[in-house]
Antibody, heavy 119, light 113 residues
Framework: EVQLVESGGGLVQPGGSLRLSCAAS????????IDWVRQAPGKGLEWVGR??????????EYAVSVKDRFTISRDDSKNSLYLQMNSLKTEDTAVYYC??????????WGQGTLVTVSS | DIVMTQSPDSLAVSLGERATINCKSS????????????LAWYQQKPGQPPKVLIY???TRESGVPDRFSGSGSGTDFTLTITSLQAEDVAVYYC?????????FGQGTKLEIK
């Protein structure tokens, strides 16, 4: 059974840092693109960034809104994806989802972890 | 970035009736070399993560009821739910994956009339 479990969310002050983790199981992690997608309270979905698969050299892509502040990394030996978030702003408050891609669709989503940026 | 615009923002339909949600991209998301439209539709119920319904604009995900269908090409797409059921109350999003960043529409809230 495919599972994605996010962790690491919490309350942080503006300007602070937080590291999210996504633990994957039930599939060959290195074969898949894995995205971070966020959703601010009561708002829509926003793509944050992506780690491509081994076949695409694990290339990383970011949304403009987080580029230079957020860093995505992955450890295939641990079947894990990470999101290091620095210089956090109040507008980064959201539920952060870890999402698996297969050809044509984001087919598995974690339950999400809530990040609250507030003083 | 490719901008995805959904219409309407909200929709109320009677049980058993048809619901239609539109999605328009700011540029074509049809890849001519494989004739695929790089568009997916997701359903999100309260307190849950999104769930994929349709990909490649018109391919239904395994396990999704056949009352859900997707159509369109190029820049204009439609999600149709025939014979609306109570469990279809949700917010629906389109997403393009033709080019990074993979952008979403703003969502359409579907309710029962």
């Amino acid at each position: 059974e495919v599972q994605l479990v996010e962790s690491g969310g919490g309350l942080v002050q503006p300007g602070g840092s937080l590291r999210l983790s996504c633990a994957a199981s039930g599939f060959t992690f290195s074969d898949h693109y894995i995205d971070w997608v966020r959703q601010a309270p009561g708002k829509g979905l926003e793509w944050v960034g992506r780690s491509k698969n081994k076949a695409n050299s694990y290339a990383i892509e970011y949304a403009v809104s987080v580029k230079d502040r957020f860093t995505i990394s992955r450890d295939d030996s641990k079947n894990s994806l990470y999101l290091q978030m620095n210089s956090l702003k109040t507008e980064d408050t959201a539920v952060y989802y870890c999402v698996r891609w297969r050809s044509g669709a984001a087919d598995y989503w974690g339950q999400g972890t809530l990040v609250t940026v507030s003083s | 970035d490719i901008v995805m615009t959904q219409s309407p923002d909200s929709l109320a339909v009677s049980l058993g009736e048809r619901a239609t949600i539109n999605c328009k991209s700011s540029q074509s998301i049809l890849y001519s070399s494989n004739n695929n439209n790089y568009l997916a539709w997701y359903q999100q119920k309260p307190g849950q993560p999104p769930k994929v319904l349709i990909y490649w604009a018109s391919t239904r995900e395994s396990g999704v009821p056949d009352r859900f269908s997707g159509s369109g090409s190029g820049t204009d797409f439609t999600l149709t739910i025939t014979s609306l059921q109570a469990e279809d109350v949700a917010v629906y999003y389109c997403q393009q994956y033709y080019r990074s960043p993979c952008t979403f529409g703003q969502g359409t809230k579907l309710e029962i009339k």
